[in-house]
C-alpha cells in the first residue's frame, strides 16, 4: 500500500492533508521515477511571473490516471486568472471534482484549488483552498510547490503532483491528450 494521504500543500496555513481513505487502493497509481516537482526553501518568494508565462495550458485535456480517466478544462487568461476544472472518472462514474485557478498574486502566480466528491460535497471547509505558490518557470514548464505542468507539444502536456505522507511522497504522473472537439 502507497499512502492513504495526498498531500497538496505543505506550507498551508493548517498544513493541510487531505485523507482519502482507499482512493489508492481502488485506483491503483502510475508514479514517475524522476523527480519533477520541487518546493520553496524556507523563505523564498516565488518568482516574477504573468499568466501570459502559463497561457499554454489553455484547453480541454485528457488522459489516464488512478486507474481512470482524468479529465481537464483550461480557460485562456482572463481577468487576472485562469479557471479550471478537473474530474477523474473510474468505472464511469465520477470519484471526485476540483475547481480552480491560476491567479496572479504580488507580481507571481498561484494556483489554488477546492475538491469535491462526486455529488458535490466539498472536501475543503467554506473559506479553505489548497495552494501551490510558483517555484519556477521554464520554457514549456511551470513549477508550483508539489504541482509541475510541462508542455510536450501543443496536443500534450504531463502533469506532475507530489501525493503521500510526510516523508513517503510520491509524484504521480496525468499524461494528458488535448480533446478536439
Given amino acids: 500500500?502507497?499512502?492513504q494521504y495526498i498531500v497538496f500543500n505543505r506550507h498551508s496555513r493548517n498544513n493541510t492533508i487531505m485523507k482519502l481513505p482507499f482512493l489508492l487502493l481502488i485506483f491503483g497509481i502510475s508514479l514517475s521515477s524522476a523527480q519533477k516537482t520541487q518546493q520553496l526553501n524556507k523563505?523564498?518568494?516565488?518568482?516574477i511571473a504573468s499568466l501570459e508565462d502559463v497561457a499554454w495550458i489553455a484547453g480541454h485535456w485528457k488522459g489516464e490516471a488512478f486507474g481512470g480517466?482524468?479529465?481537464e478544462i483550461w480557460s485562456p487568461p482572463l481577468g487576472e486568472s485562469m479557471m479550471f476544472v478537473f474530474r477523474l472518472l473510474h468505472d464511469g462514474?465520477?470519484?471526485?471534482?476540483?475547481v480552480g485557478h491560476i491567479r496572479e498574486v504580488d507580481n507571481s502566480?498561484?494556483?489554488q484549488l477546492k475538491h469535491f466528491s462526486g455529488d458535490l460535497k466539498g472536501w475543503e471547509t467554506k473559506d479553505e483552498t489548497v495552494d501551490f505558490k510558483l517555484v519556477k518557470l521554464q520554457e514549456n514548464k511551470v513549477f508550483f510547490e508539489g504541482f509541475t505542468m510541462e508542455k510536450?507539444?501543443?496536443d500534450a502536456i504531463n502533469v506532475y503532483v507530489l501525493v503521500g505522507d510526510k516523508g513517503k511522497e510520491e509524484e504521480?504522473?496525468?499524461k494528458y491528450e488535448r480533446v478536439r472537439n
Fill in 109 to 111: 502566480l498561484i494556483l
Fill in 152 to 154: 510536450l507539444s501543443k
Fill in 69 to 71: 480517466i482524468a479529465e
Fill in 1 to 3: 500500500m502507497l499512502s
Fill in 172 to 174: 504521480v504522473l496525468f
Fill in 93 to 98: 462514474k465520477v470519484s471526485f471534482y476540483e
Fill in 43 to 47: 523563505g523564498q518568494a516565488s518568482p
